[in-house]
């Protein structure tokens, strides 16, 4: 990906987030868009300043705002970090286009012995606060997972899962 590149999805990523960018939310999805860059400079001698100021600014995220958004994740285009404090989300995890996240989310694995089996989330899903994902589960596009909620099964498009663990209501 170009420089160029970058830029254009780091200004997406502002006018997502309210074209603000004092909101830790889009400070930390610029933060992870620039990670995933410096991975494609090709050489290693160039990459290292950028390795170190990324790892600098990563947990400057971690630390200061409590967001954990480390760039081996996958994220969409357009997702919003609403608010800030207690987000973990783990390195395998996909994220899909829109997608928002609200405060004290966890995405993140079930056992320590399957660390890459980490959560899928389809396009345009709604985390409520407190919401918890664990394992390899998808969440399909379109779906909200409630306040809280804990979700261990996979939750169909479109549906919303609530309570602990996570009931699976189908919204018509």
């Known amino acids: ?4 590149a970058l830029r254009r999805q780091i200004a997406a990523d502002w006018r ?5 960018w004092t909101r830790p939310g889009f400070r930390t999805i610029a933060v992870y868009r620039f990670g995933v860059w410096r991975m494609g400079v090709g050489a290693r001698l160039l990459r290292l300043p950028l390795s170190m100021l ?7 995220c971690r630390n200061i705002y409590g967001i954990e958004l480390p760039y081996t994740a996958t994220v969409g ?15 395998s995890t996909v994220i899909g286009d ?14 320590l012995e ?11 899903v709604h985390l409520g606060a407190g919401a918890v994902i664990l394992g390899r589960v998808r969440i399909g596009a379109g779906a ?27 919204r018509g």
């Open 98 to 111: 829109r997608c928002i996240i609200r405060q004290n989310c966890t995405l993140g694995v079930r056992t």
């Open 144 to 170: 909200a997972i409630g306040a809280n909620a804990v979700v261990l099964k996979d939750v169909p498009p479109g549906a919303l899962a609530i309570g602990v663990p996570a009931e699976i209501r189908l």
């Open 16 to 20: 997502a987030h309210g074209r603000d």
């Open 54 to 60: 990324y790892n600098a600014a990563f947990r400057y």
């Open 77 to 91: 285009q357009g997702v919003v970090i609403e608010h800030q404090g207690g987000i973990v989300i783990h390195g």
């Open 114 to 124: 399957r660390l890459s089996d980490a959560p899928i989330l389809g396009d345009d």
């Open 1 to 4: 990906m170009s420089l160029a």
